[in-house]
């Protein structure tokens, strides 16, 4: 893992499941500790059919832009495509994993997707 920003990322995620108590953070840390070639990447589509109105989604990886969100939900992502951001904005709320952690988001209900 070359990239200095992902590697700090992982270490703040590794710190939050340890003081939280949290296997949905330590699971997104060791997703994103894989090589780049085996990244999660996840399409709208996708979200829309396994994610119910009011989940909050952590996608280990990139969100794509292919399909339609048609439910109000949370996305957590390393990654977002332009497509992606543009229709997840219209019907749901999109953050990136570091700002989640930066919002306290609780580990309760969390739902990873990859």
Same mark, same amino acid.
């Given at each position: 893992? %070359?990239?200095?920003?992902?590697?700090?990322?992982?270490?703040?995620?590794?710190?939050? !499941?340890?003081?939280?108590?949290? $296997?949905?953070?330590?699971?997104?840390?060791?997703?994103?500790?894989?090589?780049?070639?085996?990244?999660? =990447? =996840?399409?709208? !589509?996708?979200?829309?059919? +396994?994610?119910?109105?009011?989940?909050?989604?952590?996608?280990?990886?990139? =969100?794509?832009?292919?399909?339609?969100?048609?439910? %109000? =939900?949370?996305?957590?992502? +390393?990654?977002?495509?332009?497509?992606?951001?543009? %229709?997840? !904005?219209?019907?749901? $709320?999109?953050? !990136?994993?570091?700002?989640?952690?930066?919002?306290?988001?609780?580990?309760?209900?969390?739902?990873?997707?990859?």
């Amino acid at each position: 893992m %070359k990239n200095e920003y992902l590697q700090n990322l992982v270490k703040e995620l590794k710190k939050v !499941s340890a003081t939280q108590k949290s $296997k949905v953070w330590r699971a997104v840390a060791e997703e994103l500790q894989r090589p780049s070639r085996q990244m999660r =990447v =996840v399409n709208i !589509s996708k979200i829309n059919r +396994y994610a119910n109105e009011g989940d909050t989604v952590v996608v280990p990886g990139k =969100v794509l832009g292919s399909g339609e969100l048609t439910k %109000k =939900v949370t996305v957590i992502a +390393y990654q977002f495509s332009k497509q992606a951001q543009d %229709k997840i !904005s219209q019907s749901g $709320k999109l953050l !990136s994993i570091e700002e989640a952690l930066k919002n306290g988001i609780k580990n309760k209900g969390i739902k990873i997707i990859g």
